[in-house]
């Protein structure tokens, strides 16, 4: 079955760092736009990071930039999230996404 | 910007609806449906206006361009009920809708 699995989520401080991971089952994921979503409690998602196949072009959303880095290891069928100077505000379930496809998800709790 | 109407509807099993998606400016066919049930991560069921993603049923479809987008189920089922978001692509930051809660009877 084609998977999108994500990890490296969990409680962090404020200021902290956390590292996510996605790795791809049953497709390259070195021929897709990626994207890391994230969805705080009861609110829309929002689309935070996203980055070409080859990691030429990569965006940030405003709420994120200069504090997460996404890249990619397409020989290692993985995507990545840095997060580091992490806020409260931070707190959501995060997804790696391709256009037809989400993987499950991984929760980030920012909380002292 | 993306807004979606209705906010909520209530309708029975069988019946049709349409779900309407507006977006600020033009971005052409790059829009997409999603679902999310409740207690569950938002899964895709339309991506370029109208291609469905694998494994959604035939009574989802999607429609379009520029500007304004629809979601058609054609006919209800209980497992629909849910909140349907789109999604403008056509530009970065890819932004949703604020999303429109489906309630069936």
């Known amino acids: 079955d084609v998977l999108l699995v994500a990890s490296g989520g969990g409680l962090v401080q404020p200021g902290g760092s956390l590292r996510l991971s996605c790795v791809a089952s049953d497709f390259n994921l070195g021929l897709y736009i990626l994207t890391w979503v994230r969805q705080a409690p009861g609110r829309e998602p929002e689309c935070i990071a996203y980055i070409s196949p080859t990691s030429r072009t990569i965006y940030y959303a405003d709420s994120v930039k200069g504090r997460f880095t996404v890249s990619r290891d397409n020989a290692k069928n993985s995507l990545y999230l840095q997060m580091d100077s992490l806020r409260v505000d931070d707190t959501a379930a995060y997804y790696c996404?391709?256009?037809?496809?989400w993987g499950q998800g991984t929760l980030v709790t920012v909380s002292s | 910007v993306v807004t979606q109407s209705p906010v909520t509807l209530s309708l029975s099993p069988g019946e049709r609806v349409t779900l309407s998606c507006r977006t600020s400016?033009?971005?052409?066919?790059?829009l997409a449906w999603y679902q999310q049930q409740a207690g569950q991560g938002p899964r895709v069921l339309i991506y370029d206006t109208s291609s469905k993603a694998t494994g959604i049923p035939a009574r989802f479809s999607g429609g379009g361009s520029g500007t304004d987008f629809t979601l058609t189920i054609s006919s209800l089922d209980p497992e629909d009920s849910a909140i349907y978001y789109c999604q403008q692509r056509g530009s970065w930051p890819y932004t949703f809708g604020q999303g429109t809660k489906l309630e069936i009877k």
């Open positions: 400016h033009s971005v052409g066919t790059y």
């Open positions: 996404a391709r256009d037809d496809f």
